[in-house]
């Protein structure tokens, strides 16, 4: 009996419901199956029951970059597991890339991930978009650089309008900046001219958060720094002043909202942690309310030496640390400021043929939401699409 005989012996109503409960990686190679699962899994009902099913399931999604190579896997974020202290998760492996030079600008939202200074094609280093869940990736057309070559950007997705749109700094002149920003899924893809009304321009802080990006902005030519925010859907800034120096600070999404949130170690480098955090209530007001944690380690078998940041927050408001490389035992923690508990996840699975050794650093992303949608591209003319791996 052939594929296609075997798709038919399963009612057409049921095919559905039943790949919409499959790995994203999974479904990508369905695909093959028949005309019919493929015609299913192309549809945009079909995407949006996907998506639906995976977001009541958010994994956290792990990138292992060593030698300028990136390794992605994934594993289940704990839910409903107070009562135990401690637990043991298996990763699942993904995808592998090479070779990146500018990991600490890559940004990340709604399931896709943006490489400022990939390389990919054999011409050299490009701006390169990923879905990490299923392989699939594409080269950007190059951008409008006027003075130098841009290493940077920032990916924004606007939850109404369903869009991706890429957002890089270009050019400053004495009282604005010129970016460049990207519209990724139209019939043109091309880079459009944006004016900041203000000079301050974005660090490798950022993050975005209900269609805003939030990035940590700063002026060469002044001390302070400004949260930047910027309306992925209307394409407008603003910013907010917060302190003196932020650069200690990471932006998480603390239950849909902006939060700053700041890590400092006993005198030992462990136990007990204190967290301090700031929520954005109110962008237009600017209106923050403060919070301060104490974090103590209940399981004393788990060892901490300064080498714990946090990572960000789950949508139920657990805050996630985590370290920064993948040595046995290899360890993540959940801080449910409510109830006051702390969680450590032992992570297994984090490795290939050899266990990460030397110099490598690993790259957290919170509710990662397994996303079937790449029409990064309309015409294949405007950018390269490049398919998942075999």
């Not at 940004?107 to 990923?130: E, M, N, Q, T, W």
């Not at 209900?210 to 030519?221: E, K, M, Q, T």
Request: charged share 25%; net charge negative.
């Amino acid at each position: 009996m052939n594929r296609e005989e075997n798709s038919d012996s399963i009612p057409n109503d049921l095919i559905p419901d039943i790949l919409s409960r499959l790995p994203a990686k999974s479904i990508a190679r369905f695909r093959c199956v028949s005309k019919l699962w493929k015609s299913i899994i192309c549809r945009q009902d079909f995407t949006e029951l996907f998506h639906t099913r995976s977001s009541s399931n958010p994994r956290l999604l792990i990138g292992i970059r060593t030698g300028g190579e990136w390794s992605f896997f994934s594993t289940p974020q704990p839910q409903n597991h107070y009562g135990k202290s401690s637990l043991v998760v298996a990763a699942d492996f993904h995808m592998k890339f090479s070779e990146d030079r500018s990991p600490w600008y890559c940004s990340y939202a709604s399931g896709l991930i943006y490489f400022p200074d990939f390389r990919i094609s054999k011409d050299g280093f490009d701006k390169v978009i990923c879905n990490p869940s299923t392989g699939q990736s594409a080269i950007l057309p190059p951008d409008l650089t006027r003075t130098f070559r841009n290493f940077g950007g920032l990916l924004g997705f606007d939850p109404i309008g369903k869009q991706f749109k890429v957002l890089v700094f270009n050019d400053r002149t004495d009282d604005e900046f010129i970016y460049h920003i990207l519209t990724l899924g139209t019939e043109n893809v091309r880079w459009r001219e944006i004016i900041c009304p203000l000079t301050y321009n974005y660090r490798w802080e950022k993050i975005c958060v209900n269609g805003v990006l939030y990035y940590i902005a700063s002026d060469p030519d002044e001390e302070d720094e400004k949260i930047g925010c910027f309306d992925v859907r209307l394409e407008k800034f603003k910013f907010l002043y917060v302190s003196p120096n932020l650069i200690n600070y990471k932006l998480i999404n603390y239950k849909g909202k902006l939060g700053l949130i700041n890590l400092d170690y006993a005198y030992d480098g462990g136990f007990p942690l204190e967290l301090r955090m700031r929520v954005l209530e109110d962008v237009e007001k600017e209106v923050w309310t403060t919070y301060a944690y104490t974090l103590r380690a209940e399981n004393k078998v788990v060892k901490v030496n300064n080498n714990l940041s946090v990572v960000g927050a789950t949508a139920s408001g657990e805050i996630v640390l985590a370290k920064d490389n993948a040595y046995k035992p290899f360890y993540v923690f959940y801080f449910n400021p409510e109830r006051n508990t702390l969680r450590s996840v032992e992570i297994q699975g984090v490795r290939e043929e050899e266990e990460w050794f030397g110099d490598h650093r690993v790259y957290y992303f919170v509710d990662h939401v397994e996303n079937l949608r790449f029409d990064v591209m309309k015409t294949t003319s405007a950018a390269t699409s490049i398919g998942p791996p075999e």
